[in-house]
């Protein structure tokens, strides 16, 4: 959840300089990197035609997850695109409960609610223009439909004889499948600042995909319906950080939903 939230907060300072699908493909390679280097020293196998076919398909939904993401915070405010996009939090904890058979108590499912209903608090703001906000929505939608199908095929992944190695094939088929925008990696927004740095380019990586990372180890160890809810609740530490240091208004409904999300977090970690 930190992870995400300091990586989606980055992310947004970046994306007014530069382009989404750049951002996305060249921090995820330098990001990656880190991981290719422990999957060789901890977990050097062969994968299997199973795992070569979910790390296929989870590569391909996550290309499309995180593109939709960084285009839909380069038309519109943090503060509202990271809430919306964590709702895929709805899709997984669904799909978790009719595909992988989980199940939960009463007191969990009222707090996971709880922790819903703090989301979409901090996602309701009209402000700005509304036609690159109604974009920013829908890309916003898209990536949280796909993520929390992708939530399950890397629950999959997770469980598999070779995580580390899963994890690895899955963030490189992610990169190859981003491969065919290279003709779009040159083309940066007009701006009179100076130009985004690999430097930091390759710190949100770092963050992000430890993000990633963290959630893998996550599922691999809870179940999708605690352990989602607790990650996607990110948008509590951009909202915040973008209330600091990008100015963005933080309404008094928002506060709220940030407090409910803390508290919900506390509540579910302390009953799971």
């Given at each position: 959840?930190l992870?995400?939230?300091?990586a989606d ?5 970046i994306?007014?300089r530069?382009?989404?699908l750049?951002?996305?493909l060249i921090s995820?390679?330098?990001?990656t ?8 020293v901890?977990d ?6 199973t795992?070569l ?6 590569g391909?939904?996550?290309a ?7 285009l ?5 405010k943090?503060s ?6 964590s709702?895929l ?7 978790s409960?009719?595909?992988l058979?989980?199940?939960?108590t009463?007191?969990?499912?009222s707090v996971?609610?709880a922790v ?5 608090l901090?996602?309701?703001?009209r402000?700005?223009?509304?036609s ?6 829908l890309?916003a939608?898209?990536?949280a439909?796909?993520?929390g199908?992708n ?6 992944i997770?469980?598999?004889g070779h995580?580390l190695m899963?994890f690895?094939l899955?963030?490189a088929f ?6 065919p925008?290279?003709?779009q990696?040159?083309?940066?927004k007009?701006s009179?600042e100076k ?8 710190l949100?990586?770092?963050?992000d995909?430890s993000?990633?990372?963290?959630w893998y180890?996550g599922?691999?160890e ?6 989602t ?5 990110c948008p509590?530490?951009t ?14 409904h928002?506060r709220?939903g940030?407090?409910?999300i803390i508290?919900g977090?506390?509540?579910?970690s302390?009953i799971?």
């Open positions: 959840m992870g995400f939230g300091v907060f980055i992310a947004k300072t994306l007014s530069t382009n989404a750049r951002t996305a995820q390679s330098i990001g990197l880190l991981y290719l280097g422990v999957a060789i901890y050097l196998a062969v994968p299997d035609n795992l076919f979910l790390t296929l398909i989870s391909a939904l996550s499309v997850v995180l593109s939709s993401y960084y839909a915070l380069s038309l519109g943090a509202l695109v990271s809430p919306i996009t709702c939090n709805v899709v997984a904890v669904v799909l409960l009719l595909v058979g989980e199940t939960l009463g007191p969990q499912l996971i609610a819903f209903c703090g989301i979409i901090v996602a309701f703001d402000s700005g223009n509304e690159s906000r109604n974009v920013s929505i890309f939608l898209l990536a439909l796909l993520g199908g939530v399950i095929i890397q629950k999959w997770a469980e598999s995580y899963g690895f899955t963030r992610m990169l190859c499948f981003m491969l925008f290279m003709p990696l040159g083309r940066n007009q009179t130009p985004v740095s690999y430097q930091k380019m390759g949100l990586g770092l963050i995909v993000g990633f990372f963290a180890i599922l691999r809870g179940l999708v319906s605690v352990v809810p607790i990650v996607t609740s509590a530490v909202v915040i950080l973008a209330h600091l240091f990008l100015n963005e208004r933080v309404r008094l928002q709220v940030i407090a409910t508290a977090i506390v509540i579910l302390a799971s």
